[in-house]
């Protein structure tokens, strides 16, 4: 487990964003495993994080979201980009690849249902369009019952 996936996607994400906008005032290491900073938040003070890259679970943080639980919050995330700006790279690349595979999967579902409303006779273009506008009526009655 690493601090990215013991924390939620949202926190991931937003602690991404703090990374970049270089919310994290200042760092330090502790030992080899655990980093300290302070990172701006929300609150009038700065917020007091504590990460331990070897038990994430175990990172702190004086934010409302994160104080007395084992929650990854943003600014965890944020200390851990900064300290590691290598794994905020990657990442972005992970997210872009992601979202450029889902990209091509949805091109490639639009022409397999291209081909295969372009192969149909119109007597087969009227079965399907009565079965599909039946399986939507249906549907529609699920959600009363
Ligand atoms: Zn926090």
């Known amino acids: 487990m690493s601090i990215i996936t ?12 703090y990374f970049e906008e270089k919310k994290v005032l200042s760092w330090s290491q502790i030992d080899d495993f655990k ?8 609150g009038k003070e700065p917020y007091f ?9 175990r990172s702190v943080c004086n934010c ?8 990854v919050c943003k600014h965890k995330v944020a200390l851990f980009f900064t300290v590691f700006p290598k794994e905020a790279e990657d990442f972005r690349k992970a997210i872009e690849e992601e979202k450029r595979r889902k990209e091509e999967e949805e091109e ?5 249902i291209e081909n295969y409303v372009n192969g149909l006779s119109v007597e087969q273009l009227r079965i399907q369009l009565i079965n599909f506008m039946i399986e939507l009526e249906e549907q529609d009655d699920d959600l009363w019952e």
Do not use: C
């Open 6 to 17: 013991a924390a939620s996607r949202p926190s991931v994400f937003r602690g991404l964003d």
């Open 35 to 42: 980093y300290e900073g302070y990172v701006s938040g929300s």
């Open 49 to 57: 994080v504590t990460i331990d890259i070897e038990h994430p679970k």
């Open 64 to 71: 409302p979201h994160a104080k007395g639980t084992r929650r």
């Open 108 to 112: 490639q579902l639009y022409d397999d």
